[in-house]
């Protein structure tokens, strides 16, 4: 069965830089689209960046040339690089797995937090 495990969260202060990973396992994982998302308390979950398999990326707005969004298909996971954080950025960080054909998320991983303080 599918599993998205990410890890690379922290606490970091404002204009540091963090990387998060996730680990991919149970399907073809150069197949599918892949995003990651995050959620503060009291605030809905948002899309922050998203590749699909191809390697087209789309950002966020308020990420847009902070965050690089990569997958490694040799390894199976998908990274998510955050520069000059600030701490409107602290949140729970999700990796998920798009469903085929990418209108749609599917599967997710438990979260990796970030704090910035």
């Known amino acids: 069965h599918v599993q998205l495990v990410e890890s690379g969260g922290g606490s970091v202060q404002a204009g540091g830089s963090l990387r998060l990973s996730c680990a991919a396992s149970?399907?073809?994982?150069?197949?599918?689209?892949m995003g990651w998302f995050r959620q503060a308390p009291g605030k809905e979950r948002e899309g922050v960046a998203a590749l699909d398999s191809g390697g087209r990326t789309n950002y966020a707005n308020g990420v847009k040339g902070r965050f690089t969004i990569s997958r490694d298909n040799a390894k199976n996971t998908l990274h998510l690089q955050l520069n000059t954080l600030q701490t409107e950025d602290a949140a729970m960080y999700y990796c998920?797995?798009?469903?085929?054909?990418?209108?749609?998320?599917?599967?997710w991983g438990q979260g990796t937090q970030v704090t910035v303080s």
């Open positions: 998920a797995k798009a469903a085929f054909g990418g209108s749609s998320y599917n599967s």
């Open positions: 149970g399907y073809t994982y150069s197949s599918y689209s």
